[in-house]
Nanobody, 125 residues
Framework: QVHLVESGGGLVQAGGSLRLSCAAS????????MGWFRQAPGKDLDIVAA????????SYADSVKGRFTISRDNAENMVYLQMNSLKPEDTSVYYC??????????????????WGQGTQVTVSS
């Protein structure tokens, strides 16, 4: 188990940028692939991006490809989501999650065993 705390959410105008951070406590951070999920009111929880334990592989939802970048710093137990060219439809609560494996083979919600409390991102038009 790893404890996760997100930060960096807020209100931004369309076209703007935000950087979300997720601080992880626990051992062997690199043994966890990490993901960012989001959930808008009345909608499902969807994966946005994921990164392997080593940081060498990444995966993105089609809706954010070319705009969002996930990265991690294993020395600092941190994972980041840089969000550029934000759109109103990006408005959601964003959650950081740790996968029970360092690889990205499968990215179902049930594959992630630890979750942060979420951070609100609101994009105004």
């Amino acid at each position: 188990q790893v404890h996760l705390v997100e930060s960096g959410g807020g209100l931004v105008q369309a076209g703007g940028s935000l950087r979300l951070s997720c601080a992880a406590s626990g051992r062997s951070f690199s043994s966890y692939a990490m993901g960012w999920f989001r959930q808008a009111p009345g909608k499902d929880l969807d994966i946005v991006a994921a990164i392997s334990g080593s940081g060498g592989s990444t995966s993105y939802a089609d809706s954010v490809k070319g705009r969002f970048t996930i990265s991690r710093d294993n020395a600092e137990n941190m994972v980041y989501l840089q969000m550029n060219s934000l759109k109103p439809e990006d408005t959601s609560v964003y959650y950081c999650a740790a996968k029970k494996s360092p690889i990205l083979f499968r990215l179902l919600r049930s594959d992630f065993g630890s979750w942060g409390q979420g951070t609100q991102v609101t994009v105004s038009s």
